[in-house]
């Protein structure tokens, strides 16, 4: 069996172990342990690399295609909080990036053309599209046969949802008919199971927000939430698998030749001759918009509950090919 073969095989059964106890504190621990080891295999295999001892670059390129930003049906200010999202991915992985890389091709869109080692580039592809995915899953509340009726209305309602679509959530179509003057007639079992639960909570009446304003202002909290979890991740690696700084030392270097292998391929990038009148993608601020603080706040909960997968693990039992 070849090393990489066996990191692998230990981080899998780390990663299986994790899924399979019942003890928080276990899961975290072997979770932990599956991303110590990978972090420093791919410190080693670059420092391998790089000396020479293996075949192939240190540093490659990837093109990943990027289809949610030339979407349409995106709204801009949603966009923005997918490249957060995107642009944190590509720091944490130990990879390089810039906006003004990013090539447009027509009829296919944009790419985004990346730099690392090939086990980071893979840990990339991954890791985003399994956040990504799962914050896409947690914008709308999920219908929860243990909550009552009434709860699951009420998040249905603080998430901008309405009554028509309410009822067809819950199951109960028929609940919501037309009054045959543009509105609606809402069921008496609907209104009196949400008014109890708010009543008995001492909840007053939620005001939907609109689904946009409640999805960028979720967005924006899951992604801040993510960003924490990077960041306290980080330290914690460098603390866990080096005392000396030696590894802080070459993921420093891995980014600077990362760096550099992009001004070779754009070299109107590189501050000694950089052209900005380029005119490609840029990391941009969101348009301006009145966030909700109680979709920040539940984007922020689901951030701290979200998965965020050990290299080496894969998305729906299997590795992803593409970001699409």
């Known amino acids: 069996m070849s090393t990489t073969e066996g990191i692998l095989k230990k981080v899998q059964n780390l990663i299986a172990r994790a899924n399979s106890t019942e003890f928080e504190a276990e899961r975290l621990t072997c979770l932990q342990k599956a991303d110590e080891l990978m972090e420093k295999y791919a410190i080693n295999e670059y420092m391998l690399q790089a000396t020479g001892e293996t075949k192939g670059k240190a540093i490659e390129r990837r093109d990943f295609h990027n289809r949610w930003y030339s979407d349409s049906g ?88 309405k009554y028509k679509d309410i009822a067809v959530w819950v199951g109960h179509p028929e609940w919501v008919t037309s009054n045959g003057k543009g509105g609606y007639n809402v069921s008496k079992a609907l209104l009196n199971a949400y008014k109890k639960y708010t009543k008995e909570n001492g909840l007053g009446d939620v005001i939907s927000m609109h689904p946009t304003t409640w999805a960028v202002s979720f967005m924006d909290g899951f992604v801040q939430m993510i960003q924490e979890r990077f960041r306290t991740m980080r330290a914690a690696r460098v603390e866990a698998t080096d005392s000396t700084g030696s590894m802080a030392l070459a993921v420093r270097d891995m980014r600077l030749q990362a760096q550099e292998a992009l001004w070779e391929d754009f070299p109107h990038l590189n501050p000694k001759n950089r052209d900005t009148s380029k005119a490609a993608v840029r990391y941009r601020s969101a348009p301006s918009r009145n966030l909700d603080s109680t979709a920040i706040h539940r984007g922020r909960e689901a951030g701290g509950n979200a998965r965020i997968a050990s290299q080496g693990e894969s998305v729906g039992g299997r590795k992803q090919k593409e970001i699409s």
Not at 120 to 143: A, G
Request: glycine share 8%; charged share 20%.
């Open 74 to 161: 995106i709204l801009e200010d949603v966009r923005s909080r997918i490249f957060w999202l995107w642009g944190s991915c590509v720091t944490f992985c130990r990879c390089y990036s810039e906006g003004l890389a990013w090539e447009y091709t027509v009829g296919a869109g944009w790419y985004a053309p990346v730099y690392g080692t090939p086990s980071d580039l893979d840990y990339l592809n991954l890791l985003f599209t399994d956040l990504w995915l799962q914050m896409s899953l947690k914008l709308k509340p999920q219908f929860d046969s243990s909550k009552s009726l009434g709860e699951n209305v009420y998040l249905a309602k603080e998430a901008g949802m």
